[in-house]
């Protein structure tokens, strides 16, 4: 039987293996105020009816505390009317930089592979991915990276820098997951954002079976 975790308990796995971008969960418009996050934050719709956010317009970007309440009330209206059973609302601090898509899958030839691309909107669109089996050292991830079509984005353009060292530590950290969790069926991360000074996952879900 396939157990799904959603955004919330996917990250909780991950934080003790993956830098998250930090969050809390909040279950009611008098936690609002206890939010010690740094602005802008993004607020998302947590439920496992709704796992696909975007499709909803449950996701909710706040600059500042003023709009927080008036942004809660949107998200909590949308998922009433959808008549969706929600866990919370994630308040997760903004992080800016290139969308990356980073997961691991269960193949039945090759067990645990990871998967590394670009990620966002485009992911379906490109298909621009690389493949490994499950565990991977730096030099595989480095090869992953030179490996994509668009891997002069992350090279760099325009003046923008990527942390390369970051994203490559993350993908080999990820690819040992299995060993942990080899109940594992398939884990999405994206996007992982990756710029200057890190890489970090700013949304995830994980099959289990």
Known sequence: MKTVLNEYKAEQLLKKNLPISRNVLVKNKKELKKIKLKFPIVLKIISNQALHKTEIKGIQVVNNKNNLEESYKKL???ANRKKLKIDGILAQEFQEGLELIIGIKKDPTFNHIIVFGIGGIFTEILKDVSIRK???R???ADEMINEIKSKKVLQGARNKKYNLNALKKIL???SHLPKKYPQIKDL???PLILNEKNAIVVDAR???E
């Open 172 to 174: 080999v950290k990820l």
């Open 134 to 136: 499950c565990p991977i």
């Open 188 to 190: 999405d991360i994206n």
């Open 138 to 140: 730096i030099e595989d």
């Open 76 to 78: 909590i209206n949308i």
């Open 206 to 208: 994980i099959v289990m």
